[in-house]
């Protein structure tokens, strides 16, 4: 083997090494993952306090958007990009401004203050089951 062959084959090692620690490195950020298609866990539990952040290590843009029928009273509301209702965030990501958009490399994070259960949806994804629930427990 040829001096160039060799360095380019140890390269070839270390980037495919490094690019992997790099991804570890990416997926160990957030509480829930944004999956190309999911929530990973769809199910999370916290107590009372607790701050959840979603991170997006996917090539495709999300959204966190709490459905407003699925909250517990009193719950305070929850979206990316900070609407203060299911019907404005979807109009939002519907109107081609992608509004709420969690794109690849970042995060939401909301707190959640009331006990019970959060069912909360993907908008450009919810035809493909992205849904996720969050359990906040006394």
């Not at 380019?8 to 991804?23: D, R």
């Not at 009193?74 to 990501?93: H, K, M, P, T, V």
């Amino acid at each position: 083997m040829n001096r160039r062959g060799f360095l380019a084959g140890v390269g070839a090692a270390a980037t495919a090494t490094l690019s992997g620690c790099a991804v570890l490195q990416t997926d160990a950020q957030g509480d829930v993952q944004m999956r190309a298609t999911s929530f990973d866990p769809a199910k999370y539990t916290v107590e009372v306090g607790d701050e959840v952040m979603w991170y997006n290590p996917s090539t495709r843009s999300h959204t966190v958007t709490a459905y407003e029928n699925a909250i517990p009273d009193g719950a305070e509301y929850f979206a990316s990009g900070g609407y203060d209702s299911e019907e404005a965030a979807r109009e939002a990501w519907s109107d081609g401004g992608f509004g709420g958009a969690v794109t690849s490399g970042e995060s939401y994070s909301h707190t959640f203050e009331v006990a019970g259960t959060y069912n909360y949806v993907c908008i450009p994804h919810e035809q493909g089951g992205m849904v996720g629930r969050v359990v906040v427990e006394e």
